[in-house]
């Protein structure tokens, strides 16, 4: 039973390119969550997606990042015009429901590194 | 977003209980308790959560005070492979995509 599956797990941009981040949930899992963590910092939040919707994206910058999780298909992450800033590790996750009983499941992420 | 607020660091001896604290005076009555644990270069990993009543797992035992301000991860017996970075966090039964992560506890597990 593959886990969350994260790709590329290292990923190399310079400087205004853009940045494509995948992620296949658990199979049977319908409900996507993304996460970024700064060097020696905890998870902050950044998205939580539905199947072809996004529920909550107060996390999100309100610029040049985008993320959705069509139909068929991973979960991407977008990240346009990248700054040195965005250089992080970048975490999904999913569960097969939403409530806070549910344990989310995380991949194993993608190390972004701008130069 | 209620806040958990744990302990930099802590150290234990290989096949010793660890006892891990979380403070969360401001949960609210429908905020789930859950830990994870994360170590270097991997995502993080679902250990243990519980609601009221104390928990166990194969992995470890939850226990949870009876105004539910605060929560104790327990190790039974400390291995070099439980060193990690261990994270409480609440997460409530609405809005649960969004799950805040504070700067979590690091295990240093001595043989």
């Known amino acids: 039973n593959a886990g969350v599956m994260q790709n590329p797990r290292h990923l190399v941009r310079r400087r205004g390119q853009e940045a494509r981040l995948r992620c296949s949930p658990m199979?049977?899992?319908?409900?996507v969550y993304w996460y970024r963590q700064l060097p020696e910092e905890g998870l902050k939040f950044m998205v939580y997606?539905?199947?072809?919707?996004?529920?909550?994206e107060s996390g999100m910058p309100k610029e040049r990042f985008s993320a959705e999780f069509p139909k068929e298909g991973p979960s991407i992450l977008r990240i346009q015009q990248v700054v040195r800033g965005d250089s992080a590790a970048y975490f999904c996750?999913?569960?097969?429901?939403?409530?806070?009983?549910?344990?989310?499941?995380f991949g194993d992420g993608t190390r972004l590194s701008i130069l | 977003d209620a806040k958990t607020t744990q302990p930099n660091s802590m150290e234990s001896n290989e096949e010793e209980p660890v006892h891990l604290p979380c403070n969360h005076s401001?949960?609210?009555?429908?905020?789930?308790i859950h830990w994870y644990r994360q170590l270097p270069s991997q995502g993080p990993e679902y250990v243990i959560h519980?609601?009221?009543s104390n928990v166990n797992n194969r992995m470890a035992s939850l226990a949870i005070a009876e105004d539910r301000k605060s929560s104790t991860l327990i190790l039974h017996r400390a291995t070099l492979r439980d060193a990690a970075v261990y994270y409480c966090?609440?997460?409530?039964?609405?809005?649960?995509?969004?799950?805040?992560f504070g700067d979590g506890t690091t295990l240093t597990v001595k043989p």
């Open positions: 199979k049977g899992h319908s409900h």
């Open positions: 996750a999913s569960s097969p429901q939403v409530g806070g009983d549910q344990p989310q499941h």
């Open positions: 519980g609601l009221t």
């Open positions: 966090i609440l997460r409530p039964n609405t809005n649960a995509g969004k799950s805040t």
């Open positions: 401001t949960i609210s009555g429908t905020d789930y």
């Open positions: 997606l539905q199947k072809e919707n996004i529920i909550d």
